[in-house]
Each structure stands twice: as C-alpha cells, then as structure tokens.
T-cell receptor
Framework: RKEVEQDPGPFNVPEGATVAFNCTYS??????FFWYRQDCRKEPKLLMS???SGNEDGRFTAQLNRASQYISLLIRDSKLSDSATYLC????????????FGKGTRLHILP | SAVISQKPSRDICQRGTSLTIQCQVD?????MFWYRQQPGQSLTLIAT?????????ESGFVIDKFPISRPNLTFSTLTVSNMSPEDSSIYLC????????????FGPGTRLTVT
C-alpha cells in the first residue's frame, strides 16, 4: 500500500457544484494531516490542516477518519479559481517533522 | 508564515556541470528541507538541511550528488552535481511552520533543465 494515495483525476466539475476528494494513508502513527493546493508551475501552498474533529474554512471542509486512515476535502459552490491540483499530505509519524505528499488530484472547474 | 525566496528561478544547464540553488528565508527557522518534483510527479524529499551539521539525506539521495549547506538559520543551498538529463526537475526548499503542527511552507522553486 502506498504511503499516501489519492485518485489522480482529473475531476471536471461545473462551476457552482460541490466536489469531494478522498485520500488514504498507510501509517497509523501519523499525527498531522494537510491539504495543499498546487497551481500549474507554482509551489504547493497550504490550504488547510485537517483536525480529528473536522474543520471548515469558508467553502472548504476537511475531515479525518483515523480508524479508516482516510482524509477528505469537500469544496462547495466551486469557483473557476478552484482549478488546481490538490495534494494530500501526511506526516511520517509521531514527532516526525517530515511529511509525505500524495500524487495529487487534478480539479478542473468548468464555466 | 515566512517569506521564502529561491535563486535562480530557472536555469538550463549542460550535462556534467553543477548548479547551486539558494534558499533565503526572511526569519530564523529551525527546520529547512529540500524537495524535488519531477515532471508530472509529486514532491519527493531529498534531505533535511541541518544548521551547523551535515544534512540528513533520504533513501536514494547522497551527499556527493546533492551537497547541502546550512550556514545559518535563514539560508541554505542545494547543489545538483554532475548533472544528467534525469536531474531535470523543479527543486523546492521549504521551512517548518511555527504552529508546531508539522505544516511546511515552500519557496517558489527552481526549474532546472539539463540538456
């Protein structure tokens, strides 16, 4: 099993729709979870951290299921500017500052 | 989050030569990292740049090929030595955030093409 696994997409979604991405991770000892966004030819940028209780930031909701080792990202009322690659990121283990990136899910918002 | 700059932003180099990439941060940071992102791939950690001691390399990466310096808490360099076309990639430095949650912030990257 890969350390961090994501559906590569692409997801082609009409503007205004809701879209959800999932990610699974293999190390049950991982403690920190993130979603990053990467635009074409740009560096990854932190979108949001994912907390055990779930968290919301505007149109974005992230959830963590530790039992299933599963992370999700929900984008509501999608905008054209949401088109990007979304990277699921997990830290390697307890007290480990190294992080592992999934290969990313490409999202295209269609006008 | 810290402001991170990298130089050069891009370069085209001939095989067999070396290129040194600089990473400058606007504040002191404890942890700095170097990554590679090959075309169409996700990020792979090359090494952790340690201030005052040798860098810690990940499996598959060696100091002779990717020497790293970290002379202080705001600056690091990565050298790609004896380059081949397979080294064509984007090289990114990152720093550990201050919130204590393992989040990292990235420089804009250096796009390297080896001919």
């Amino acid at each position: 099993r890969k350390e961090v696994e994501q559906d590569p997409g692409p997801f082609n979604v009409p503007e205004g729709a809701t879209v959800a991405f999932n990610c699974t991770y293999s190390n049950s000892a991982s403690q920190s979870f993130f979603w990053y966004r990467q635009d074409c030819r740009k560096e990854p940028k932190l979108l949001m951290s994912v907390y055990s209780s779930g968290n919301e930031d505007g149109r974005f909701t992230a959830q963590l299921n530790r039992a299933s080792q599963y992370i999700s990202l929900l984008i509501r009322d999608s905008k054209l500017s949401d088109s990007a690659t979304y990277l699921c990121v997990v830290n390697k283990g307890p007290r480990d500052d190294k992080i592992i990136f999934g290969k990313g899910t490409r999202l295209h918002i269609l006008p | 989050s810290a402001v991170i700059s990298q130089k050069p932003s891009r370069d085209i180099c001939q095989r067999g030569t070396s290129l040194t990439i600089q990473c400058q941060v606007d504040s002191q940071v404890t942890m700095m990292f170097w990554y590679r992102q090959q075309p169409g791939q996700s990020l792979t950690l090359i090494a952790t740049a340690n201030q005052g001691s040798e860098a810690t390399y990940e499996s598959g990466f060696v100091i002779d090929k990717f020497p790293i310096s970290r002379p202080n808490l705001t600056f690091s360099t990565l050298t790609v030595s004896n380059m081949s076309p397979e080294d064509s990639s984007i090289y990114l430095c990152s720093v550990l955030g201050l919130a204590g949650g393992h989040e990292q912030y990235f420089g804009p990257g250096t796009r390297l093409t080896v001919t």
